[in-house]
Structures are given as structure tokens and as C-alpha cells.
T-cell receptor
Framework: QKEVEQNSGPLSVPEGAIASLNCTYS??????FFWYRQYSGKSPELIMF????GDKEDGRFTAQLNKASQYVSLLIRDSQPSDSATYLC?????????????FGGGTRLMVKP | EAGVAQSPRYKIIEKRQSVAFWCNPI?????LYWYQQILGQGPKLLIQ????????DSQLPKDRFSAERLKGVDSTLKIQPAKLEDSAVYLC???????????FGPGTRLTVL
């Protein structure tokens, strides 16, 4: 059973601070990693994806991947109240059927003005 | 580029009734997914299509759920008969291929009374 674990939160940070969201996964064969943002009552929206160890930056967002530790994180710099949402970590793992995406339960982020 | 379309957006039925959901993926996307998202949890994959063939339906409750993707484009997901625990948001997603990032439709919120 492939597992993707996230702290459910809520993670509360003040406006302008750095929010750090973490995710661990169980299958060492996992090859690609995605972060989705989901506002209440809305569908998941892709923020970033990362395939290689290290950091990947896109604007205020940085994804970090450490395959040896089976750990992926998302940093949000200069957090804004509009960043308040649930952040879903998703892990893509090859299987006999091709590739399978497994989602974590999500971390709820609250950015306070 | 048009996104993933789903209908209806909301549906309320009584237990033991049947219901069907429709999805139209992003044009050219070969892979289509149906997810079930229960409140407070991450999306759970129900079925994955590659063109018009099923590649993974291991988590689909086949005694009551069925899905098809005729001609490799549109897809329908059916529940018959519905149970109270089927109350959830049903999300459709598509990707170019199974290893690419997935894009989600707006979802269908199902309430079973």
C-alpha cells in the first residue's frame, strides 16, 4: 500500500512569513512529486512539480525533494492571506498499469493578516 | 485552452437511487481519472483510463460503481445503488500521459440522503 503522509494542520503563520509544508512517502520507486492547492469548495489546482533531488523555485514557491529520506516539502515565502488553503502532496509511482498518483490527506494553511 | 469540464456540479439523491456523472477532459489528453474526495481527506483514485481502456480500477467498488470512456474522450461514472457513504466530491482529472501532471475539473458534489 503506497502511503503519502502530511500533517493535517492547521498550520498558522503570520502574513509575510515563510510557510513550510512537509510530506513523506513510502514507495522508494516514486519518481515525480506534485503540490496542489485546494481552496475550500474548489478542486485541486497544480502549483508545482519536482522530479530531481534538490530545490525548484517558482516565484514565491520552492519545492524541495530528498529521495534518500523520502521527503518532499513546499516553502511559501512572503505568505499572503490568499495563500490560506489546503495543500495536497501527490506522489507519482510507476506500476504495472503505467503510473499511479497517490495523494496525501493535505495540510491546511492559515495565513493571518 | 479549455479545462476539464464536469456535470452536474451538485446532485442530491436518496440512498438506493442511481446517479451518473459526466466528464470531458482537456483536448488531446490521453489519460483520464476519476477520484472520490471525502470531506477532510485527499482525493482517492477510483479509476484510470488510458484512451478508452481501463488501466487501474483496483479501488473502484465494482458492485455499485461503473465507469466508461467511449471513443477515448468523454467519460461517465455511475453509482447504482447509492449508499450514504458515497456522499463526497467526485473529481475528474486528465493528463497528457500518465506520468504528466494532472488537471482537475470543478467536481461534482454528491449528497446521499
Amino acid at each position: 500500500q503506497k502511503e503519502v503522509e502530511q500533517n493535517s494542520g492547521p498550520l498558522s503563520v503570520p502574513e509575510g512569513a515563510i510557510a513550510s509544508l512537509n510530506c513523506t512517502y513510502s514507495d522508494r520507486g516514486s519518481q515525480s512529486f506534485f503540490w496542489y492547492r485546494q481552496y475550500s469548495g474548489k478542486s485541486p489546482e497544480l502549483i508545482m512539480f519536482i522530479y530531481s533531488n534538490g530545490d525548484k523555485e517558482d516565484g514565491r514557491f520552492t519545492a524541495q525533494l530528498n529521495k534518500a529520506s523520502q521527503y518532499v516539502s513546499l516553502l511559501i515565502r512572503d505568505s499572503q492571506p490568499s495563500d490560506s488553503a489546503t495543500y495536497l502532496c501527490a506522489v507519482n509511482t510507476p506500476n504495472n498499469a503505467g503510473n499511479m498518483l497517490t495523494f496525501g490527506g493535505g495540510t491546511r494553511l492559515m495565513v493571518k493578516p | 485552452e479549455a479545462g476539464v469540464a464536469q456535470s452536474p456540479r451538485y446532485k442530491i439523491i436518496e440512498k438506493r437511487q442511481s446517479v451518473a456523472f459526466w466528464c470531458n477532459p482537456i483536448s488531446g489528453h490521453a489519460t483520464l481519472y476519476w477520484y472520490q474526495q471525502i470531506l477532510g481527506q485527499g482525493p482517492k483514485l477510483l479509476i484510470q483510463f488510458q484512451n478508452n481502456g481501463v488501466v487501474d480500477d483496483s479501488q473502484l467498488p465494482k458492485d455499485r460503481f461503473s465507469a466508461e470512456r467511449l471513443k477515448g474522450v468523454d467519460s461517465t461514472l455511475k453509482i447504482q445503488p447509492a449508499k450514504l457513504e458515497d456522499s463526497a466530491v467526485y473529481l475528474c482529472a486528465s493528463s497528457l500521459f500518465s506520468y504528466n501532471e494532472q488537471f482537475f475539473g470543478p467536481g461534482t458534489r454528491l449528497t446521499v440522503l
